[in-house]
């Protein structure tokens, strides 16, 4: 399964889109994708998706909201295995995806080693930035870009598509 967070969020499995349309589903989404891997507690999803006031009912909505992801993206399963990239540990949640997986992880691999190309292989650098830059579809994180929780993220992101751009001139 492959998530694309550099622009609004599409999810796609093999040839497949996989539709996640509700609001906070997406956002619950991007939130486990920017922790990359680490376990985000009930506590701080509510928090970071209803910072101004947690529903009544939080851990309630917050595994509704869950359960509708985790079907959303088996929808999509193309494997057919049914198994859920969406784990629970603990009092919390995690997405389990390969580093590859997430293009913002692919553009940063790639804008690295472009980076590391400029003196040696210009060329060679030139090709990896434009393969990088090539990911993005709008801003870091779109869907979530201005919540609090992804900021400093989508900040950090952006700054880093705009020293790739400038290296792909250097180069």
Do not use: C
Request: net charge neutral.
């Amino acid at each position: 399964m492959q998530f694309q967070v550099l622009g609004p969020l599409h999810v796609r499995d093999g040839e497949h889109t996989i539709d996640v349309t509700a609001p906070k589903q997406r956002a619950l989404l991007l939130l486990l994708l920017l922790r990359g891997g680490r376990v985000v507690s009930t506590d701080a999803m509510l928090d970071a998706l209803w910072p101004d006031e947690r529903p009544t009912t939080g851990i309630k909505t917050v595994r509704f909201h869950i359960s509708k992801l985790r079907k959303a993206l088996a929808s999509g399963d193309s494997a057919g295995g049914g198994l859920s990239v969406i784990e629970t540990r603990g009092n919390g949640y995690l997405v389990a995806v390969e580093h590859h997986d997430v293009d913002a992880h692919r553009f940063e691999a790639l804008a690295s080693a472009g980076r590391a190309e400029l003196d040696a292989r210009p060329d060679r650098a030139q090709r990896l930035l434009s393969e990088a830059l090539s990911l993005w579809r709008g801003r870091a994180y779109g869907d979530v870009a201005y919540e609090d929780f992804a900021v400093a993220e989508s900040r950090r992101l952006e700054e880093l598509r705009l020293a790739a751009t400038e290296h792909r001139i250097m180069a």
